[in-house]
């Protein structure tokens, strides 16, 4: 147990630029803490006293805000960062490594018996409020971008985004775990796709029909003010505006 503790503890010095010193991690770090507390439940819990760990857990979520069952298999090195509203189910397994931010949960999606919440491999990156739902296995590496929910199974080295969870693959391109903003857009790149579709239909359709000239339209080549408001709203839309 300690030699687990202690790779949580070096992890954030890795991961996390602001850690500054051991003191600061030690007694501001809740995701430290609530491992601290869940190896010790974990413990307990092995030992068939589920109701002192379940007491533990009880304490520690009222102190980090982190709820993570007795029953949960974490391995080491695991960095939970910030960590606050983190829900991790009793059957749920997390590889070595794992870093996962404030607001994601690993549950279920139903009443049933035996292993009902996610694996996660090893190395895996969970987003900030990701939604990871059901007997399901994330493979090594993968990357789920912040707000998503996963319902089905993720191969290794693939990155998931959006509602429900889509796969990318990165094309043999190594990602560093801290690098968001470099996580795929999948909806803008479809959204994009309609519409170069739309306006080559429209060349296509003014081929067939000359345009009418408009009254509007008192220079050549001057757009009307209406053209010209969608234009900067798809614009503003594929620079990131709103997403």
């Not at 069952?69 to 090195?77: E, K, N, R, T, V």
């Not at 900067?232 to 990131?240: A, I, N, P, R, S």
Request: charge should be neutral; hydrophobic fraction near 45%; aromatic fraction near 6%.
């Amino acid at each position: 147990m300690l030699k687990t503790l202690a790779a949580d503890f070096q992890i954030i010095f890795e991961r996390d630029p602001a850690a500054r010193s051991k003191l600061e991690v030690l007694f501001c770090y809740p995701g430290f803490q609530a491992l601290v507390f869940h190896r010790f439940a974990h413990w307990l819990h092995r030992l068939h006293l589920p109701l002192v760990a379940r007491l533990i857990s009880h304490v520690a979520r009222f102190l980090t805000g982190i709820e993570i069952h007795p029953g949960a298999s974490i391995g080491q090195g695991v960095f939970i960062d910030h960590g606050m509203g983190v829900v991790i189910g009793e059957t749920a397994i997390i590889g070595d490594y794992a870093l996962i931010y404030q607001g994601v949960t690993l549950g279920g999606t139903g009443k049933e018996c035996g292993k009902r919440h996610p694996t996660l491999g090893e190395n895996v990156v969970v987003g900030a409020g990701a939604k990871v739902l059901g007997n399901i296995q994330i493979g090594n590496n993968a990357r789920i971008g912040a707000g998503s929910v996963v319902l089905r199974d993720v191969p290794a080295d693939c990155t998931v985004v959006g509602i429900p969870g889509r796969i990318v693959y990165r094309a043999g391109e190594r990602v560093g775990p801290l690098e968001h903003g470099r996580m795929p857009d999948s909806e803008a790149q479809v959204i994009r796709a309609l519409v170069d579709r739309i306006e080559a239909l429209e060349q296509q359709v003014q081929g067939l029909n000359p345009p009418v000239p408009q009254p509007e339209l008192v220079m050549a080549g001057t757009l009307p003010a209406r053209c010209r408001i969608q234009d900067k709203v798809f614009e503003q839309f594929f620079d990131g505006s709103g997403i």
